[in-house]
């Protein structure tokens, strides 16, 4: 908790920063409500709960004349954890059924930190005593088999890879078969984002998910999104909610960005929470979310 503080204090959070010196500001005029809905569109809250959240301040602080800091921040925090929601269902489904292990599937566009992500949440699962076998399932891209490898040398777990441009869902396969074989918990299997066609992206995840579910059923789909690309970023998140059920969304680099708005539109607009964050490309920097932490921390 002290990680996500430093990592998303208002000091080195341009969102926070902005929010907070604006309402501390000492008239609260029209000025400063364009402002701060300027402000708020900047940090990716989008059109709507921006809306929702400069009505309600409005509201609640026209009534005290405005220009009370810690008031203000009272109701910004009360806002944003509304905005935020409940930390229903943010926790990971590991358990797969009887004798299998749970199987998380990572899909999400290249470069949004896949990888990385299953390199911190191995990690995270082995700190937790859970044994666990990573699957390349990206096997378009050599360098990202290697990555992973790298990944699970450091954290300690067995990564199953395939050969260069074979099939991703026989490795996810072979990764699956071996959890089985090895009584493991938890198998964590990275994919290829490639963007290329809507129906070349379905047949592909779809495989996949089909064929491991010969063996064990899939837990969790968690879609990877970078906080940074913004309305972009979220465009791409729906083609892959549209053809995969997601179960939950791994938001990154959410380290010294402006842009951790993007949060509310994203549950929004997939229907689906933020279950981990990503705060840098260190192995510790992965947080799960939780709303009252993450709001504390961005107005600290
Ligand atoms: P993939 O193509 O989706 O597997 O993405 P990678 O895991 O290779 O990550 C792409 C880049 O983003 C790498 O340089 C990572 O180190 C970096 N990265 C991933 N997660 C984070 C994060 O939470 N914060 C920051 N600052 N960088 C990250």
Do not use: C, Y
């Amino acid at each position: 908790l002290a990680r996500l503080r430093r990592r998303l204090s208002a000091s080195n959070n341009p969102f926070a920063k902005g929010l907070l010196s604006l309402l501390s500001a000492d008239t609260l005029d029209a000025a400063t409500w364009d402002d701060l809905e300027a402000s708020l569109i900047t940090a990716d809250l989008g059109v709507g709960p921006t809306t929702e959240l400069v009505e309600a301040l409005r509201k609640e602080l026209s009534v005290s004349g405005g220009a009370d800091a810690d008031r203000a921040k009272a109701v910004l925090r009360d806002e944003l954890l509304r905005l935020v929601g409940p930390d229903t269902n943010r926790g990971l489904n590991l358990t797969g059924a009887d004798g299998v292990p749970g199987v998380i599937l990572v899909v999400g566009v290249n470069g949004t930190g896949k990888t990385t992500t299953i390199g911190k949440l191995a990690r995270v699962l082995v700190a937790e005593q859970h044994s666990v076998v990573l699957a390349a399932a990206d096997t378009f891209r050599a360098a990202a088999a290697e990555q992973l490898k790298t990944w699970g040398d450091r954290v300690g777990v067995e990564v199953v890879r395939g050969p260069e441009g074979g099939d991703p869902a026989s490795v996810a396969f072979d990764a699956v078969a071996k959890g089985i074989a090895d009584g493991v918990d938890v198998v964590v299997v990275d994919t290829a984002g490639r963007l290329h066609t809507k129906t070349g992206l379905m047949d592909e995840l779809g495989k996949i998910k089909r064929v491991i579910e010969r063996k064990a059923p899939v837990t969790e789909v968690l879609l990877v999104i970078d906080a940074t690309t913004g309305q972009n970023g979220l465009a791409q998140a729906r083609v892959f909610a549209e053809v995969v059920d997601v179960t939950g969304i791994v938001l990154t680099k959410l380290d010294g960005s402006a842009k951790g708005g993007i949060i509310v539109p994203v549950q929004r607009e997939l229907g689906v929470p933020v279950k981990l964050i990503g705060l840098g490309e260190g192995a510790d920097d992965l947080a799960p979310f939780q709303a009252a932490a993450f709001v504390d921390a961005l107005l600290e």
